[in-house]
């Protein structure tokens, strides 16, 4: 399908594979001119169809975009989301690796930017390290420790972990959406991950550490910007920062954004990526991604 608006962007959707075999499902954004990639990692229960906006805006800017389904969300669940064998682990261990590899070996030579969504700056330290990455931004992004949360949401994440998410998987097998859990149904094995570093101060690093992983974070040095909103109750000043130390050696930096200074309502953990956000905010994505604010400052 074509989108006319200009400059003028191809869409197309697209299955990948993950190194483990698993199927994916993708939707890519092409502009005429591609001068960079980019993949959208999404947060928890959400499906790349959320996403349209932020990617068609940043493919109006030269980035081939690639969002996609990870396993056992949207498009990627394998039969009855009971029954899929995903976990939140494999999206950042499998999923996000394999659409940083379609995107950038439909595009050899271009410049590999990552966009995370909550979950989806956990793991960018996972990524192939032949990857041509250079930047990554996050957007809500942090550690989910609910003890960490603001306001109510630290008494719906106890209740989420302690009470009825048990009682879903008890009664359905998974979590199911509802009026409690308002994110797209999710597989036994992504809500036990999230349970298990949900209620740990050190949220996911002992797994990482028994999987052998926490040397990637070690490593890791390709800059790393985090946007956080001031009435975020999830990714806070707080939860944010601890995630941004897990990246130890690469620069790293935060901004916070203000909702009385973008004048367009309630941001909380979801509303960067509203379409109200592509005049007042996305630009400056655009800019630091793109290395042009260091262009300017030279």
């Known amino acids: 399908m074509r989108d006319f608006a200009e400059p003028p962007i191809e869409v197309t959707d697209l299955d990948f594979a993950a190194a483990d075999g698993r199927a994916l499902a993708g939707r890519l ?25 932020f990617a068609r805006s940043a493919a109006r800017c030269n980035w081939a975009v690639l969002t996609y389904d990870y396993r056992g969300q949207g498009a990627s669940l394998s039969g009855p989301v009971a029954q899929d064998p995903a976990t939140m682990l494999d999206w950042g261990r499998f999923d996000q690796p394999a659409a940083a590899r379609a995107v950038t070996e439909r595009f050899p030579g271009k410049p590999l930017d ?11 330290a996972l990524l192939p390290e032949d990857l041509p990455l250079r930047r990554v931004a996050l957007l809500s992004s942090s550690s989910g420790y609910w003890a960490k949360h603001s306001g109510m949401m630290k008494t719906f994440a106890w209740s989420f972990w302690r009470i009825f998410g048990p009682a879903f998987l008890a009664t359905h097998g998974y979590i199911p959406k509802g009026l409690l859990w308002k994110g ?17 101060p050190d949220y996911f690093r002992d797994r990482l550490a028994e999987e052998g992983l926490l040397s990637r974070y070690a490593s890791f040095d390709h800059p790393i910007r985090a946007w ?11 939860t944010s920062r601890w995630l941004l130390e897990q990246y130890e050696t690469a620069p790293t ?5 203000s909702r009385s200074d973008l004048g367009r309502g309630q941001i909380g953990h979801h509303g960067l ?23 300017r400052a030279a």
């Open 184 to 200: 797209e149904a999710l597989p036994p094995g992504v809500w036990k991950d999230w349970r298990d570093w949900g209620v740990r």
């Open 228 to 238: 956080v909103p001031d009435d975020d109750p999830i990714a806070n000043p707080a």
């Open 29 to 53: 954004y092409v502009p005429d001119t591609v001068r960079a990639v980019m993949t959208v990692n999404a947060a928890t229960g959400f499906r790349k169809e959320f996403y349209d906006a």
């Open 114 to 124: 990552v966009i995370g969504h909550s979950v989806g700056g956990h793991f960018v």
């Open 273 to 295: 990526f509203h379409p109200a956000m592509a005049d007042v905010f996305w630009p400056q994505i655009w800019r630091w991604l793109s290395c042009e604010e260091a262009r």
């Open 253 to 257: 930096e935060m901004k916070i954004v």
